[in-house]
């Protein structure tokens, strides 16, 4: 009877490591939906004006993000006050996001910097934040920026070595 229980114990205990080592091996994004493309501009008015009339819409309004009080956002792990002009063309499968820098030290500025307009970013709607960035990490992925938005929050993941662009990720509150 003892060997039988040592026996059951061990195959439990083995069938839990496998499961925990399973987990850490298949790690993916948990998704193959692609909520948003990011773009940076220099002038979100003109690039607004140009996808509205490629879609035959109306011009988006712009928005500014908020303040570092309300947006907690961090860049390369300081604290940054990182503002952007933003405007969403809200297509039926997915949201192009305008961005125009506009101050503070930022991902949206250095990829201005560095590439100039463009792609900036691939977005996905995830469950778990922080599992998410540690997963992205073991990938090759670097946490680059963070922050808060009114029903939600954000962050970038930089993968321009192995998948060519920033990755975001997006929860909400609800």
Request: charge should be negative; hydrophobic fraction near 35%.
């Given at each position: 009877?003892?060997?039988?229980?040592?026996?059951?114990?061990?195959?439990?205990?083995?069938?839990?490591?496998?499961?925990?080592?399973?987990?850490?091996?298949?790690?993916?994004?948990?998704?193959?939906?692609?909520?948003?493309?990011?773009?940076?501009?220099?002038?979100?008015?003109?690039?607004?004006?140009?996808?509205?009339?490629?879609?035959?819409?109306?011009?988006?309004?712009?928005?500014?993000?908020?303040?570092?009080?309300?947006?907690?956002?961090?860049?390369?792990?300081?604290?940054?006050?990182?503002?952007?002009?933003?405007a969403f063309i809200?297509?039926?499968?997915?949201?192009?996001?305008?961005?125009?820098?506009?101050?503070?030290?930022?991902?949206?500025?250095?990829?201005?910097?560095?590439?100039?307009?463009?792609?900036?970013?691939?977005?996905?709607?995830?469950?778990?934040?922080?599992?998410?960035?540690?997963?992205?990490?073991?990938?090759?992925?670097?946490?680059?920026?963070?922050?808060?938005?009114?029903?939600?929050?954000?962050?970038?993941?930089?993968?321009?070595?192995?998948?060519?662009?920033?990755?975001?990720l997006l929860t909400?509150?609800?």
């Open positions: 009877m003892r060997k039988l229980i040592c026996l059951l114990t061990l195959v439990f205990f083995l069938t839990i490591s496998y499961g925990v080592y399973a987990q850490k091996e298949d790690r993916s994004l948990n998704t193959q939906v692609v909520t948003q493309i990011g773009l940076v501009v220099e002038d979100i008015e003109k690039t607004s004006k140009a996808y509205a009339d490629l879609f035959g819409i109306e011009t988006p309004q712009v928005s500014e993000t908020d303040e570092y009080s309300k947006t907690n956002a961090h860049y390369k792990g300081e604290p940054t006050n990182a503002r952007a002009k933003l809200r297509l039926e499968n997915i949201t192009i996001e305008i961005i125009e820098p506009i101050g503070g030290p930022s991902t949206w500025q250095e990829f201005l910097d560095k590439h100039g307009e463009g792609v900036h970013h691939i977005a996905f709607q995830v469950e778990d934040m922080d599992e998410t960035i540690a997963m992205l990490e073991t990938k090759g992925g670097e946490l680059v920026q963070r922050g808060d938005f009114t029903g939600g929050s954000y962050s970038y993941v930089e993968s321009q070595e192995k998948l060519k662009t920033i990755i975001e909400s509150d609800d």
